[in-house]
């Protein structure tokens, strides 16, 4: 499975963005994660194969939301009232034989897209 990320830039503190993962094949359960400057990457969201579970960090619970078509092959996450500490490399994974979304233990990783939020 191969995965695409896309939807990052620069956005204002407040701000909104969309992301958007597609995947080349089947993918099991998916998920965010992101990686700021200087820090370890980290579990953002994640969504079971249905849909119909979601998980998120802390961080970003009741900001951010994650979902997913599978008709598309393609998760999404909603990134809304972006703070400037949501800046990060914003990374998508999938597992192969998961279903349900896990905060770590994902087989394929995508490329990284940068979100910048300004102050």
């Known amino acids: 499975v191969q995965l695409q990320a896309s939807g990052g830039g620069l956005v204002q503190a407040g701000g909104s963005l969309r992301l958007s993962c597609a995947a080349s094949?089947?993918?099991?359960?998916m998920g965010w994660f992101r990686q700021a400057p200087g820090k370890e990457r980290e579990f953002a969201a994640g969504i079971s194969w249905s849909g119909g579970m979601t998980n998120y960090a802390e961080s970003v619970k009741g900001r951010f939301t994650i979902s997913r078509d599978n008709a598309k092959n393609t998760v999404y996450l909603q990134m809304n009232s972006l703070k400037p500490e949501d800046t990060a490399v914003y990374y998508c994974a999938a597992h192969s034989r998961v279903s349900i979304p896990t905060t770590a233990g994902y087989d394929y990783w995508g490329q990284g897209t940068q979100v910048t939020v300004s102050s």
């Open positions: 094949g089947c993918a099991n359960a």
